[in-house]
């Protein structure tokens, strides 16, 4: 028999409701702690976000970030900050810091005489140092992109809802809002305890995830509703054990595969892209978690419609034996 | 499901040969860049040079020419998001209103007594009328003076929003004629900014308009937005206008209909020049940088007909008076007229360099800005950085490909290696589309294919995961295929639909870079439904009709 890589078994019957309070109550404690994390630490906006001007330096010696910042003190600039980047292709010759000023004014970013004194008093300290990338953005942009990211996700979230409430249940709809909502927060929860900047590219990563996530939910349910067909009779609860495990196998090869290509580009991607990469692999995992444990819960309290073949829940005899609290509402 | 008609094989493998042949000239870039870049210039220039026959030479003319465009994150270049201050306009129509309503006003004075222009904001005009119980008739003189709106959704309305208050008649312009002007200044100030560019010669610049107020402007290969900014940022409104004194004062009160503007050369100079113009830099047809006799540079001018006429009669008329050369409400200089200038041209000079001069002639040739315009956004991307990023995605691409191909084959061996066949056929697709759309590649765009690649063997994982359990099942192996197959289909679509929901989100409220991730998302989901539903199932296909397997392990 040829060899097959198989990270789940064949015919795996484990009970993912075993644990289901335990589960959910991590699931629901990690959604607060990143509500309170990101009221205690903030989230470290980026300029799209906050306004205020980045100046990638690069330099062919190294550096130390003490001076770069001693040669910005004199010159009045505000709140400036300054990291160095790393990168593993970067090698010997090739030492890249990020300088953020604030914005200064009510018109934003920093006047084209101040860039010039910055780039002369960094020059000063290091000759060699170039400036290979130079971004401002101005208050009233930034607080219209702060707006636009809460309609983007909340578009999305709710162009989605409609969409499974369409092909399913609402019961469907709200347990895949949930997990939305799980994957977000959760999110957005590791970029302010890391306080990974979070600019436009981490909205749009976390839209993909959000994307991803549900696409995975929606595979469950797909299967899900196969089954309640299938399964008249049987109890809610092992319907939903037995779909997750008949899915689990492709749940986590899918995972596997996107996982392997974004931890590619994490790694070899280089470092202007990687806080966005990041984002959409911890949304992989997210997702995958909350397609198994937030998800389907949801929906197994919410209880559901079980009969599938004619409008309406009508026959009595096919709901007989479910219980009252799995059964559809009259 | 398994019995695929000919035509629709033939199909199938058509669209596939198509997309590779429109994504190959992306493998030899630059040469079919020259190549382009030779045809657009021998379009523009009517004649070929012998370099551009031999760039349009190193690409043959019958094939697909289309490239993917790099965004400015991968090409290097500067962004710039302008707003247009469309305000500045109902100002200057007030002030050129003032006049005509004077004379209309004037003419009635027996009935609404002496009017005085009086202090009012910008875009109103504020009229003292010497008998207010007259003032019924005023604002009926005023609102004779309205034109209809011309624009699709104001049409009828009235221009003017004239109204009454106490002894004064207020007159500004109309809510649907400011959405108009609105619309009008923008559409202007695009082409006078896209004439600007286009004078420098740069290559292909994006400007476009945003929203209701802002352009977007992209140009690959400038080294900052600094130098952008100085060429699109200045108004470059040139007057020539009489000079009434000259003074050190900043303070002095310039009198109505006159202005106190600054020296450029002479720090705490002014003068008091009158407001309305003698010409301005809408008569001037020409403007060339050159030196003046003292070898200073300079720039040198050519009114149209109309101009020169006009310009002709005011400095024979005030021989021996100074006339100030106003650049953006700042007196350039102010030279005393020695004899009638009728031949229509003249000479700019003042303290500037070979550089400022060579800008002016620019700025003057394509026009000035109908309105202030100040930037939100300015970002510069390096080309080494760009480059940098382009090497970075492509071994991270190629990385990310043979580690999901790898474990494709490991979990499904030959049905894993058809799967990988279809990613690797779907990133070419994805390719030839952008080519054929011209859409534009960014940064996060790279990364949305090589998340496609993660994500497109899905539909396949799901198909084979479905023929798995038919097959564990005791189904046979066609059968099993085949129910796999029908059985996966809802998955696969809802799957993919609630994706491409996102994806539409971040294409209409996204911009720059989050733009072109979504593009790259969506034509990605298009091309891996299609690679992953037909393409895999034709190549199952060929291989149970040559094989006739009996059993299967998958």
């Known amino acids: 028999m040829a060899f097959r890589l198989k990270l789940v078994p064949d015919n795996t019957s484990y009970n993912f409701f075993r644990w289901q309070w335990l589960t959910f109550g991590i699931s629901a404690l990690a959604m607060v702690a990143s509500v309170v994390i990101v009221l205690v630490m903030g989230l470290n906006f ?171 939910t929606v595979v469950v349910f797909d299967r899900l509703r196969e089954n309640l067909i299938k399964f008249k009779t049987m109890p809610l609860i092992d319907v939903m054990n037995l779909t997750v495990n008949e899915t689990l196998s492709r749940t986590i090869m899918t995972a596997v595969t996107t996982a392997l290509a974004l931890g590619a580009m994490m790694i070899f991607g280089g470092d202007v892209i990687r806080g966005f990469v990041f984002a959409m692999l911890w949304g992989v995992f997210v997702g995958c978690y909350s397609t198994i444990y937030v998800a389907k819960n949801i929906v197994l309290w919410l209880g559901v419609k079980r009969d599938w073949t004619k409008p309406g829940p009508k026959e009595k005899s096919d709901v007989e034996d479910i219980p009252a609290a799995f059964r559809d509402a009259p | ?146 034109t209809p709106v011309t624009s699709l959704s104001g049409a009828g309305q009235s221009d003017l929003a004239v109204s009454a208050n106490g002894s004064r008649l207020i007159v500004q312009l109309s809510d649907a004629e400011k959405a108009a002007t609105d619309d009008r200044t923008v559409q202007q100030s695009l082409e006078i900014v896209r004439r600007r560019i286009d004078e420098v010669g740069t290559r292909e610049p994006t400007i476009q308009r945003q929203g209701k107020d802002r352009i977007l402007i992209q140009v690959p290969g400038i080294g900052s937005a600094e130098e952008l900014k100085e060429l699109i940022g200045t108004t470059a409104r040139l007057t020539f206008n009489p000079v009434i004194s000259r003074t050190s004062d900043a303070n002095a009160r310039p009198g109505m209909g006159n202005v106190l503007l600054p020296s450029m050369d002479e720090p705490g100079v002014y003068y008091v020049i009158e407001e309305s113009p003698v010409v301005t830099g809408e008569d001037l047809t020409d403007a060339r940088p050159s030196f003046d006799q003292n070898g200073q540079p300079s720039v040198d001018f050519r009114f149209g007909p109309s101009g020169a006429k006009r310009f002709g009669a005011y400095t024979s008329a005030n021989i021996g008076q100074p006339f100030a050369i106003v650049l953006d409400d700042q007196v350039i200089s102010a030279p005393v007229i020695r004899q009638a200038i009728t031949t229509g041209s003249g000479q700019i000079s003042g303290s500037m360099n070979v550089e400022d001069s060579t800008r002016l002639a620019v700025l003057l040739r394509a026009g000035a800005l109908p309105a202030e315009m100040t930037f939100l956004e300015e970002r510069t991307i390096g080309p080494e950085l760009g480059q940098d990023s382009i090497d970075a995605g492509r071994l991270s691409s190629v990385i990310a490909t043979v580690a999901v191909v790898a474990y494709m084959i490991a979990s499904y061996g030959f049905f894993g290696a058809i799967a990988s066949i279809a990613v690797i056929i779907n990133v070419i697709l994805i390719l030839a589309v952008m080519s054929m759309m011209g859409a534009t590649l960014t940064l996060p765009g790279i990364a949305g294919i090589v998340l496609t690649v993660g994500t497109a063997v899905d539909a396949n994982v799901i ?78 296909v060929f291989w149970l009709q040559w094989r006739k397997p009996k059993e299967l392990i998958l």
């Open chain 1, 46 to 216: 980026g300029i799209d976000f906050k306004g205020g001007t980045t100046i990638r330096t690069e330099s062919p010696t190294a550096f130390e970030v003490g001076d770069y910042r001693q040669a910005l003190n004199n010159l009045d600039l505000g709140d400036v900050s300054i990291t160095e980047v790393f990168d593993p292709s970067f090698g010997e010759t090739k030492h890249v810091a990020m300088v953020r000023i604030g914005s200064t004014d009510k018109t934003g970013s920093v006047t084209p005489e101040q860039l010039n004194e910055i780039k002369a008093a960094l020059k000063t300290v290091d000759p060699e140092v170039a400036f290979p990338a130079v971004e401002s953005v101005g208050p009233k942009v930034s607080g219209e992109l702060v707006m636009t990211a809460f309609y983007a996700v909340g578009a999305a979230t709710l162009g989605i809802m409609l969409y499974i409430w369409l092909r399913f249940e609402w019961q469907f709809a709200l347990g895949a809002v949930v997990s939305i909502l799980h994957d977000v927060l959760l999110t957005v929860g590791i970029f302010s305890l890391f306080q990974l900047k979070f600019d436009l590219t981490t909205i749009a990563a976390l839209l993909t995830t959000l994307g991803y996530s549900v696409n995975d």
């Open chain 2, 1 to 146: 499901m398994l019995d695929i008609p000919l035509w629709k094989r033939l199909l199938i493998l058509g669209i596939i040969a198509l997309g590779l042949l429109c994504a190959m000239p992306n493998l030899f870039y630059s040469r079919v860049e020259q190549h382009n870049d030779a045809i657009a210039a021998v379009e523009r220039n009517g004649f070929e040079t012998p370099e551009e026959a031999e760039a349009r030479a190193g690409w043959p003319d019958w094939l697909p020419s289309g490239l993917v465009n790099l965004g400015l994150d991968l090409r290097g270049g500067a962004h710039l998001l302008g707003e247009v201050h469309v305000q500045d306009v109902y100002k200057a129509r007030m002030d050129a209103l003032w006049p005509e309503l004077r004379d209309a006003l004037v003419a009635q004075r027996e009935v609404v007594g002496a009017v005085r222009r009086v202090q009012a904001p910008d875009g109103q005009l504020a009229v003292e009328i010497g008998n207010p119980d007259q003032m019924a008739k005023a604002v009926e003189i005023a609102r004779g003076l309205a």
């Open chain 2, 463 to 540: 198909i084979y995961e479905r023929i798995r359990e038919e097959l564990r099942a005791g189904k046979r192996v066609v059968k099993a295929i085949d129910d796999g197959f029908n059985e996966a289909m809802s998955a696969i679509i809802d799957a993919n639909v609630t994706s491409f929901i996102a994806a539409m989100v971040m294409f209409f409220l996204g911009s720059g870079p989050v733009k072109g991730f979504a593009v790259t998302l969506t034509i990605g989901l298009v091309t891996s439904v299609f690679t992953a539903i037909y393409l895999t199932r034709l190549m199952i």
